[in-house]
């Protein structure tokens, strides 16, 4: 959808920016501005349009009352351990996996370099797992194995280069709140070990450095008994086949990669494939693994994976992984993770078109474009929860407004209370709906502030930017404020950073006025809490432009759109016909409450 505007400032210097494209400057007094808008056409299809209107409109909007003093938030971050001063390059995963015994043995070859000169070498492996022996380039060396990390006493000066190898073995265990780690479950009467490692479950299972900033490319050798079959991230380059029967399966991520993406499943899989062109025309496999009970389960669901790429490489940019492959492998949990290329998917989400969805829009917002800290973590859901939106508006004609209307309670105080921001990095996942669906409420609340044009582009020079590294909240900020074309601190601090929503209160009215008529729309957020702002010059209020669609009573309508950053604002416009009706935000633009009966 293009938006057209053409606006003629006979104001007081009112730029096009002031008027529509950035918030103003609060005066604090009556606000005097007047602007002409002329021919002000949205293009919106969905509204009957039978007659374009053409009227000359003032837009008044007035401020006034004083602030209430209400409690303000602040962030209370709370981070973990600092990673030490190493970059790791290369891992290599070579693991025996024995399923009855729920154990494995493994031998992990870390490649990588010192950031800055250390003598301690740390890595993170659980406690509860044994370390056999450590070799520094190619040397046995001491190390203690406590708290949760591998220490290796070694001086490295700052660049310095190095190979550590990690032999260990044990029965790995779960952690943390879905819980993460390697799963030993069975379906069928058959095995299957599986693994999800996020945000904090690598080192379950495997000696690294946990951090999803430090992105590696990682080979995985996995050893199984006969008649597994092993799904991993990358390409399968080869399968050998031992005397006793056992099988390695050899795959390699190319591509950077974190930590909390690397995955193995392995049981009696069936595989299908299907295959994906590229806008270049390069083919790319889908490769399917799935439980021989629900193969036609998958069949089913599983080939919109196709078209979900296809609409997404459209939006954002080209599927990143194309030299290698998507796939997606059943597993024996609740939900799906979204495995660089190769997505895990719990049998009950087999069927799940939008969960589909979901897992292969994270291949661009959460794997090609990490979150530099868990704090971040909203980067990676909030994109992918709008991408089902994007897919479902695309594919179906869907109005994403009113898709995330049904995703929201539509209280201040209710599901989508929290802060998107994740204030404890330790426990990212703690409030799922803030950082899931308020995300990806800000994400389009972003697209509504662009417009369709800029937005895209925003987003696909943030992807470009940030490709097979990390980027924080603050980059994202830095690329939308760009394409903007001016500072959107203002709206990371109302909608990321701090919790809660605007609730407003509209009315409006109509009187004759000279040959035409004269519309007041009168405007309050009556939230009490204060939205918190750096520079305190800013009202501590919500900053956002509004719509108002009027209709008439010959079917047609009109949208007005005003800025509104003030607590209690009238905009006032001269029309040539009066209205019958006006409905605020009727799009779903904005995350908000509204007050019932108030109009
Ligand atoms: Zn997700």
């Known amino acids: ?140 060396v001491p190390f203690t194995h406590a708290e949760d990390r591998v220490r290796v006493s070694a001086s490295l000066a700052a660049g310095q280069t190095f190979t550590l190898v990690i032999e260990y073995g044990g029965q790995p265990t779960l952690v943390g709140r879905f819980p993460s780690g390697m799963f030993f479950s069975h379906h069928s009467g058959f095995p299957v070990i599986a693994t999800l490692s996020q945000p904090d479950g ?55 990669i974190a930590t909390y993406l690397i995955s193995i499943a392995a049981t009696n899989f069936v595989e299908f494939s299907d295959i994906y062109v590229a806008r270049d025309g390069t083919a790319m496999p889908l490769l399917y693994f799935v439980y021989p009970e629900h193969l036609d389960r998958a069949q089913r669901t599983f080939p919109v994976t196709r078209e979900a790429l296809r609409v997404f490489a459209e939006l954002f940019g080209e599927y990143p992984f194309l030299a290698e492959k998507y796939g997606m492998a059943e597993f024996p949990w609740g939900g799906a993770m979204e495995h660089q290329t190769m997505t895990s998917i719990g049998s009950s989400a087999l069927l799940s078109v939008d969960t589909i969805v ?39 004609g869907a109005d994403p407004g009113q898709l995330l209307r049904q995703r929201d309670d539509g209280l201040a105080s209710g599901r989508l209370g929290g802060t998107v921001y994740a204030e404890d990095a330790t426990d990212p996942f703690d409030d799922i709906p803030a950082i899931y669906t308020k995300g990806a409420w800000v994400v389009h609340m972003l697209r509504y502030l662009l417009g369709e044009d800029r937005f895209f582009a925003a987003l696909r020079e943030y992807g470009r ?17 760009e394409f903007y074309g001016a500072s959107l601190e203002w709206f990371f601090e109302q909608w ?73 604002e009238e905009f006032t416009f001269l029309l040539e016909r009066p209205p019958v009706s006006v409905a605020f935000d009727e799009r779903g633009w904005i995350l908000k409450e509204v007050l019932k009966g108030e109009s």
């Open 202 to 256: 690598a080192p379950t299972w495997w000696p690294c450095v946990d951090d999803p900033a430090d992105k590696a490319t990682a080979d995985l050798e996995i050893t199984v008994p006969p008649g597994y079959v092993v799904a991993s991230n990358g390409l399968l380059e080869d399968v050998r086949l031992h005397p006793d029967g056992w099988r390695t399966y050899v795959w390699r991520e190319r591509y950077p």
């Open 1 to 140: 959808m293009g938006m057209r505007e053409r606006v003629l400032d006979v104001g007081r210097g009112a730029s096009l920016k002031r008027a529509w494209g950035a918030p103003r400057r609060p005066s604090g007094r009556a606000e005097l501005l007047f602007i002409l808008l002329i021919g002000l056409s949205l293009g919106i299809p969905t509204l009957p349009r039978r007659e374009a209107l053409r009227v000359f409109e003032i837009e008044k909007g007035r401020a006034w009352g004083r602030e209430p003093s209400g409690p303000t938030f602040q962030i209370r971050a709370r981070r973990i351990v600092e990673p030490p001063p190493l970059d790791i390059e290369h891992y290599v995963l070579q693991l025996t996996l024995f399923p009855g015994e729920r154990r494995l043995e493994g031998r992990v070859t870390i490649r990588g370099r010192a950031t800055a000169p250390t003598d301690d070498v740390r890595i993170d492996l659980v406690a509860t797992l044994t370390v056999a022996r450590v070799l520094l380039d190619g040397a046995p």
């Open 358 to 396: 979901h897992e292969a829009a994270h291949q661009w917002w959460g794997n090609m474009v990490t979150p530099r800290t868990w704090h971040d973590i909203w980067l990676s859901e909030g994109f992918a929860t709008y991408g089902e939106i994007l897919f479902r508006e695309r594919m179906y």
């Open 496 to 568: 990321v950073y701090a919790p809660m929503r605007p609730i407003y209160a509209f009315s409006w009215s109509v009187q004759p006025e000279g040959a035409g008529y004269r519309l007041r729309l009168r405007l309050e957020q009556r939230q009490t809490h204060l939205v918190p702002r750096r520079d305190p010059t800013r009202p501590p209020v919500y900053i956002m432009p509004v719509e108002f669609t009027l209709r008439y009573a010959d079917g047609t309508a009109d949208v007005k759109r005003a800025w509104n950053q003030a607590r209690h």
């Open 465 to 481: 930017r940030f490709a097979y590294a990390n980027a924080s909240t603050e980059d994202l900020q830095r690329v939308f404020s």
